[in-house]
């Protein structure tokens, strides 16, 4: 059974840099797909950006383009997220999720549908 372990949320200020890191345990090989998402008090869970099968099938939410960069690490089966300039509208429960479906090119990494394993999340908290 596929496990996600997130780390790397905290306190910081604006302007801040974050990095958050998905452990992949349980799972033999780097085939799946891998997202991020974010969800703020009283707020829909939304995409802020994944990778595909292939580490060169990126998508970022249009309010964090250029703000955030998305790897992988497939011999030690790990994704990371790094966040720079945050803001304080950036404070948000994180999750990963992972995909170990090889889907259409269609089946964008945004589609939050598409992902059958989810991490606990880990808290980023921007202060002004």
């Known amino acids: 059974q596929m496990q996600l372990v997130e780390s790397g949320g905290g306190l910081v200020q604006a302007g801040d840099s974050l990095r958050l890191s998905c452990a992949v345990v349980?799972?033999?090989?780097?085939?799946?797909?891998m997202g991020w998402f974010r969800q703020a008090p009283g707020k829909e869970r939304e995409f802020v950006g994944g990778?595909?099968?292939?580490?060169?099938?990126?998508k970022y939410a249009d309010d964090m383009k250029g703000r955030c960069a998305i790897s992988r690490d497939n011999t030690n089966n790990t994704g990371t997220l790094q966040m720079n300039s945050l803001k304080p509208e950036d404070t948000a429960d994180y999750y990963c999720?992972?995909?170990?479906?090889?889907?259409?090119?269609?089946?964008?990494?945004?589609?939050?549908?598409?992902?059958?394993?989810w991490g606990q999340g880990t808290l980023v908290t921007v202060s002004s």
């Open positions: 349980g799972h033999r090989n780097s085939d799946y797909a």
């Open positions: 990778i595909g099968w292939s580490a060169g099938t990126q």
């Open positions: 999720a992972v995909d170990p479906i090889h889907r259409p090119d269609t089946v964008g990494v945004e589609a939050a549908w598409r992902y059958v394993y």
